[in-house]
DNA sequence: GGTATTTGGTTTCATTTGAAACTATTATTC
DNA sequence: GAATAATAGTTTCAAATGAAACCAAATACC
């Protein structure tokens, strides 16, 4: 099976990572999550998950903890710890709910609103360059393999996976 | 239990984190790297640097780390522990460069071989499931969109985030 | 009512990660 | 042919991460 044992490096038949749709998504997100973390990283001294929340935010107050998970897609210690670099910075206040004592509910505080209203255009803007060379059909495709992949890679993973799941760890 | 966008939350006008494109190939690619790391890691013992590693070296070899650093995009440092953990679980042999010292001839060992052609299927298997709802024309589309927002992206990172850059830290 | 269970959120701990420093070898320059 | 720079790869250190333990408040159960 294996007459050719060549002393340069042969290519074999094999597979072919670097046509592995999961391996290339991962470059392509860790590209642009680099990118973009740095970007929000430079000019307003926020990571990925802290810009997260504040959008959500923008968009939506006031939210307990628990409605960010579901909306950001990041499990609650994410969530937990970015809010508070961003109370410790001023950006979002924090309060409690008085009908559900063990409830937040958290909004941007004025300077959060303008930073938020800062960084928006910016993301926008780095997203139209990333997706200029593509033509109207192109990026209609896009969204609807975005949304059709998620949903099935949601379904395929086992359950235990789902961040949203039942916190199969605490007792 | 009712989505709580009830009273309070009022939806406001401006961002959609939902439908920005960095946000939902990052929430993508998450799901499913999980998804595959749990896939390898059950039944290998395997995380993803380490498959990878095994996969190029299944491919090409013998390889230099470097050379396993630019066909993973994978930075030097990722690259050197995943060999070391391969070494040590007996699956990747490491052997000297006689021309050039500092470089390393690494290559799958026969027990790596027989894993390494163990996991192909398997990693196959899931990308068709994954990709098992879209049409052979959004697949097609998919492919185009990988190579090309890939390139976009790399075009747009300001240079220094490029894994191959000329390792800027190092005086 | 009182106890058990669930839920919202934080803290702890071990692992992963990457930037920068470091070692060893080769290439370059004078 | 030293001195210097560049390259391959490893190690160190600090930060990010997530699973599980934990605390506090609210519900369910009796």
Redesign the pocket.
């Known amino acids: 099976m294996k007459p050719n044992t060549s002393r340069k490096t042969r290519p074999r038949p094999g597979f072919a990572l670097e046509r592995f749709v999961p391996y290339r998504l991962s470059v392509l997100t860790?590209i642009i999550s680099?990118t973009f973390g740095r970007l929000y990283g430079e000019r307003f001294g926020l990571?990925?998950?802290e810009w997260r929340v504040m959008a959500v935010l923008g968009r939506f107050a006031p939210l307990?903890?628990?409605?960010?998970?579901s909306r950001t897609a990041?499990?609650?210690?994410?969530?937990?710890?970015?809010?508070?670099k961003l109370r410790r910075a001023g950006l979002v206040e924090?309060a409690v709910?008085a009908?559900?004592?063990?409830?937040?509910?958290?909004r941007l505080s004025a300077a959060g609103h303008r930073m938020h209203d800062a960084i928006v255009p910016m993301g926008l803007a780095a997203e139209a360059l990333l997706l200029d060379g593509l033509t109207a059909a192109e990026r209609r495709t896009l969204d609807k393999l975005l949304d059709k992949l998620t949903a099935r890679a949601m379904a395929i993973a086992p359950a235990a996976?789902d961040?949203s799941g039942?916190?199969?760890?605490?007792?």
Not at 99 to 106: C, F, I, Q, V
Not at 166 to 171: E, H, I, L, V
């Open positions: 860790n680099r990571g990925i998950p307990a903890a628990n409605d960010v998970c990041m499990d609650k210690v994410r969530v937990s710890r970015a809010v508070e924090h709910d009908r559900d004592r063990r409830r937040s509910r958290l996976l961040p039942p916190d199969p760890g605490d007792t």
